[in-house]
């Protein structure tokens, strides 16, 4: 069965640490492969996105990710965080099949210490 | 602000009842998708619905059922609610293309079932 593995549920760092979340999948067929983040009482945001071509994608807010075809992984990093990304992320994939149904991760939440 | 509107934000009621979430796409987007984030089974797919017609089922239970109408908004009627359909309903959109497009998502409804 199709399924997406977020490693970290809880992450707590201080301002200025880097962070890296960690994001497997199981499809052996080809995927697109998403980042979304749900701030405090907001619905979800898309942070980045990969389809093809460069494996690491840059984002928004100073977020990349990179795709590691042979790992199954699109990790999401970020050099330095700050208070204002205290939120949940979410790691999705799309097999490319008929449907295009969104497989998401269980979600990490992340608690950013000022 | 992704475009896609959701009604309404909160929705309180009682076990046994019937309720109707409504969900109006980005302009110009065909298709629509709902997903149910809880507590214990994180962010899940529903159903997806693209031009009118259904298009993929995820884990719908039987008591929920969706439509697309002609003007492209959709709706999911959830019946013989339980306590365990609390939860927040999100609906996504994207546009017609070959299916490498993003999924932009609605501020949610939140229903609790007393």
Known sequence: ?????????????????????????????????????????????????????????????????????????????KPSVQWSDTAEYFCAVRPMDSSYKLIFGSGTRLLVRP | DSGVTQTPKHLITATGQRVTLRCSPRSGDLSVYWYQQSLDQGLQFLIQYYNGEERAKGNILERFSAQQFPDLHSELNLSSLELGDSALYFCASSPPSSGTDTQYFGPGTRLTVL
Do not use: M
């Open chain 1, 1 to 77: 069965a199709q399924s997406v593995s977020q490693h970290n549920h809880h992450v707590i760092l201080s301002e200025a640490a880097s962070l890296e979340l960690g994001c497997n999948y199981s499809y052996g067929g080809t995927v697109n492969l998403f980042w979304y983040v749900q701030y405090p009482g907001q619905h979800l945001q898309l942070l980045l996105k990969y389809f093809s071509g460069d494996p690491l994608v840059k984002g928004i807010k100073g977020f990349e990710a990179e795709f590691i075809k042979s790992k199954f992984s699109f990790n999401l990093r």
